[in-house]
């Protein structure tokens, strides 16, 4: 399961953010070698002029300031080596495919516990 959320402000120019939520999901997946079922990606928007950086607020997502919003949330049993390769590939896929520089990119991780997950139609138990 990891689960990666994403918001920016729209993009001045023609972005295919299926295409890109395509490309993550199997490139997460294959690096991580997790199987493709079990990750999600989703993508929201932030409506112009409500994503101030710096001060300053615009209304298209720039490539050097108002950095990407990211979001991982992963089970707890990744060790720190796993979490850190996840968010390196989270950013390098994004800057390869988006119109975005990798260092405006800002990416946090929250831990997901066994017991604490529902999924496929139950709380989900992992061994420690």
């Keep these: 399961m990891p689960l990666i959320r994403i918001k920016s402000l729209p993009f001045a120019q023609e972005v295919s953010i299926p295409a890109a939520l395509g490309v993550l999901s199997k490139t997460l997946a294959e690096t991580s070698e997790i199987d493709l079922k079990h990750v999600m990606v989703t993508w929201d928007y932030l409506p112009p002029?409500?994503?101030?950086?710096?001060?300053?607020?615009?209304?298209?997502?720039?490539?050097r300031t108002h950095p990407l919003l990211v979001h991982l949330v992963a089970p707890n049993f990744n060790t720190e080596e796993q979490v850190a390769t996840m968010l390196e590939v989270i950013a390098d896929t994004l800057a390869d495919?988006?119109?975005v520089?990798?260092?405006n990119i800002f990416?946090?991780?929250s831990p997901a516990y066994s017991d604490g997950i529902y999924d496929a139609g139950h709380v989900v138990e992992w061994d420690d």
């Design 49 to 63: 002029h409500h994503y101030a950086h710096n001060g300053r607020v615009v209304d298209c997502q720039p490539d």
């Design 97 to 99: 495919i988006l119109p």
């Design 101 to 103: 520089a990798k260092e």
């Design 107 to 109: 990416i946090n991780f």
